[in-house]
C-alpha cells in the first residue's frame, strides 16, 4: 500500500544528543514537509521540500537540519541547539502546489 | 505572518445532530482550502478540500466555501460518537521561496454525545 512511513514512533534524546527522524514516502509525491505539533497548538512549518536535493527553511526551522538526497527520503535531524525539542513531528507529502498534504504516523520525541 | 483562525471549542453535540465547525483565514490570495481530522495522539487525515467558492458534499461531510467573507466552513450531518476529534482548517500559503505549503489553524474539538 502507498503511504508515508515515519520512524521511530517514540524517541528519546539526551541532553546535547542529535537525533534524526526517519520519513520515507512511496506516493511519487514530489513535496514533502515536516511540521511540528505542540500539545494545544497547531502544526508549525519546520522545513519543506518541492524537489531532490532543494529544500527550505519553514517558520521555526532553529536547531532543525534536513537533506533531500532521494525524492522518497526526507529526515530530519534534530540538533543539541533545539533547546525545546519535545513534540509531536509530522511529516507530510504532496503530489505538487496547493494539492493536498498527506500525513505520517508521527514520532514523539522527548527529552531524558 | 498569514493567519488561520478556528475556536478551539469544545464543540459539543448529540448523536445525530448537525456539527457546524467554522474557519477565517487572513491571506485573500489563498486558493485551496482542507479539513482534516485529527483523533487524540494521531496524526490529522484528509477529510474535504474546497476550492471554488459555494459547497462540496461529500457523504456526511460538506465543506463550504465564501472567499470574499474570508470564511470556509465543515458540516457533519448524521453526527456519531466516532467523530469525535480535533477538526484542523488548513489553507495554502505562497512562500517567498516560490513554492507553496500549508498554514494550519489550532483545531475545533468537537464532542458528540451518544
Sequence with gaps: DGGITQSPKYLFRKEGQNVTLSCEQNLNHDAMYWYRQDPGQGLRLIYYSQIVNDFQKGDIAEGYSVSREKKESFPLTVTSAQKNPTAFYLCASSPGRNQPQHFGDGTRLSIL | ?114
Excluded at chain 2, 59 to 79: E, M
Excluded at chain 2, 96 to 108: D, P, R
Design chain 2, 1 to 114: 505572518q498569514k493567519e488561520v483562525e478556528q475556536n478551539s471549542g469544545p464543540l459539543s453535540v448529540p448523536e445525530g445532530a448537525i456539527a457546524s465547525l467554522n474557519c477565517t483565514y487572513s491571506d485573500r490570495g489563498s486558493q485551496s482550502f482542507f479539513w482534516y481530522r485529527q483523533y487524540s495522539g494521531k496524526s490529522p487525515e484528509l477529510i474535504m478540500f474546497i476550492y471554488s467558492n459555494g459547497d462540496k458534499e461529500d457523504g456526511r461531510f460538506t465543506a463550504q466555501l465564501n472567499k470574499a467573507s474570508q470564511y470556509v466552513s465543515l458540516l457533519i450531518r448524521d453526527s456519531q460518537p466516532s467523530d469525535s476529534a480535533t477538526y484542523l482548517c488548513a489553507v495554502n500559503r505562497a512562500m517567498n521561496s516560490g513554492y507553496s505549503t500549508l498554514t494550519f489553524g489550532k483545531g475545533t474539538m468537537l464532542l458528540v454525545s451518544p
